[in-house]
């Protein structure tokens, strides 16, 4: 999703429906050329591996300047100035001293903060954040959603955080996109997911949180296996992994139901026709913990 908004998927993808808008600019026809404009003046990526992303023969401020005399008309030297105040920003210490070494003097924590010092590099209002703390320890991972929150707080710059971490997305989410087999399932507030989740994958995802198997002795799972996206099955994708499937969602692809003003899902059970089933998973924090009610 999030390669598609910024055009770089491989070549021989394109786009078959629907239209792609980024800050009310439709996107969707654009070319290479009004690419590299939006690119980080307006949407910015971190992306899940920064060695990676990085390259390993360029010093770290040479990469995080390059950035910003791309898209910003400034002299070298606040160009320089602002790539150490930006590494200073993401908790890089000793940032004029390490301002000129190459990536592979840093761990992956900090490489990881470069990273993102170079996406705020250019003022982007818009920061995807791809698995940016997957290849990470988890005390490791913590600092970094804590420095995203501090970013967002400071520059007021959105941020579409990607994970299959559910730890991560109850940390730093206001709203909550679930997506199955590359469709957005369920939507709402960071409370409407986790208190009130309507859709049998969220039920499914919230159920398989290691936290609920220190008290139950036993770690859940989703049966089956995702669908060939390719091919994918006639009617809901979700169905053959759904306990709760009815008739209907092998046949037809449920709407997209509104539960409040906040609150959406796609499951044929919030039809007035469908039965009605108590929702096996129900959560409240309790001292911190997640815990099943």
Same mark, same amino acid.
């Given at each position: 999703?999030?390669?598609?908004?910024?055009?770089?998927?491989?070549?021989?993808?394109?786009?078959?429906?629907?239209?792609?808008?980024?800050?009310?600019?439709?996107?969707?026809?654009?070319?290479?050329?009004?690419?590299?404009? !939006?690119?980080?003046?307006?949407?910015?990526?971190?992306?899940?591996?920064?060695?990676?992303?990085? @390259?390993?023969?360029?010093?770290?401020?040479?990469?995080?300047?390059?950035?910003?005399?791309?898209?910003?008309?400034?002299?070298?030297?606040?160009?320089?100035?602002?790539?150490?105040?930006?590494?200073?920003?993401?908790?890089?210490?000793?940032?004029? @001293?390490?301002?000129?070494?190459?990536?592979?003097?840093?761990?992956?924590?900090?490489?990881?903060?470069?990273?993102?010092?170079?996406?705020?590099?250019?003022?982007?209002?818009?920061?995807?954040?791809?698995?940016?703390?997957?290849?990470?320890?988890?005390?490791?991972?913590?600092?970094? !959603?804590?420095?995203?929150?501090?970013?967002?707080?400071?520059?007021?710059? %959105?941020?579409?955080?990607?994970?299959?971490?559910?730890?991560?997305?109850?940390?730093?989410?206001?709203?909550? &996109?679930?997506?199955? &087999?590359?469709?957005?399932?369920?939507?709402?507030?960071?409370?409407?997911?986790?208190?009130? $989740?309507?859709?049998?994958?969220?039920?499914?995802?919230? %159920?398989?949180?290691?936290?609920?198997?220190?008290?139950?002795?036993?770690?859940?799972?989703? $049966?089956?296996?995702?669908?060939?996206? !390719?091919?994918?099955?006639?009617?809901?994708?979700?169905?053959? /992994? @759904?306990?709760?499937?009815?008739?209907?969602?092998?046949?037809?692809? $449920?709407?997209?139901?509104?539960? %409040?003003?906040?609150?959406?899902? &796609?499951?044929?059970?919030?039809?007035?026709? &469908?039965?009605?089933?108590?929702?096996?998973?129900?959560? /409240?924090?309790? %001292?911190?913990?997640?815990?099943?009610?």
């Amino acid at each position: 999703m999030c390669q598609s908004v910024m055009h770089l998927l491989p070549p021989y993808a394109y786009i078959k429906h629907g239209t792609m808008s980024v800050c009310g600019q439709d996107i969707t026809n654009y070319t290479e050329k009004q690419m590299r404009k !939006l690119r980080g003046s307006v949407v910015s990526m971190v992306f899940q591996d920064p060695l990676a992303t990085l @390259n390993p023969t360029i010093p770290i401020g040479k990469q995080i300047t390059e950035a910003i005399l791309k898209h910003q008309k400034v002299s070298k030297a606040a160009a320089k100035a602002r790539a150490l105040e930006l590494l200073e920003l993401v908790g890089i210490e000793d940032a004029a @001293n390490r301002f000129d070494l190459q990536p592979h003097f840093f761990s992956g924590g900090m490489r990881q903060r470069c990273v993102i010092a170079a996406a705020l590099a250019t003022n982007a209002r818009l920061l995807f954040a791809d698995e940016a703390t997957t290849a990470l320890d988890v005390t490791v991972k913590a600092k970094i !959603l804590d420095l995203l929150l501090d970013i967002r707080k400071e520059t007021g710059v %959105s941020i579409v955080f990607v994970t299959h971490d559910l730890g991560s997305v109850a940390r730093i989410a206001d709203r909550v &996109a679930v997506m199955y &087999a590359g469709k957005i399932v369920e939507l709402g507030t960071a409370e409407d997911i986790f208190y009130d $989740p309507r859709h049998p994958y969220t039920w499914g995802l919230l %159920s398989s949180l290691p936290a609920l198997a220190i008290e139950t002795g036993m770690l859940r799972y989703i $049966p089956g296996m995702p669908p060939p996206l !390719l091919y994918p099955p006639p009617g809901d994708a979700f169905a053959v /992994r @759904n306990e709760y499937a009815l008739a209907i969602d092998y046949e037809q692809m $449920p709407p997209m139901f509104q539960i %409040s003003d906040t609150h959406f899902a &796609a499951t044929w059970l919030l039809d007035e026709r &469908a039965p009605k089933i108590e929702p096996p998973i129900k959560l /409240r924090e309790r %001292s911190g913990k997640w815990t099943q009610i």
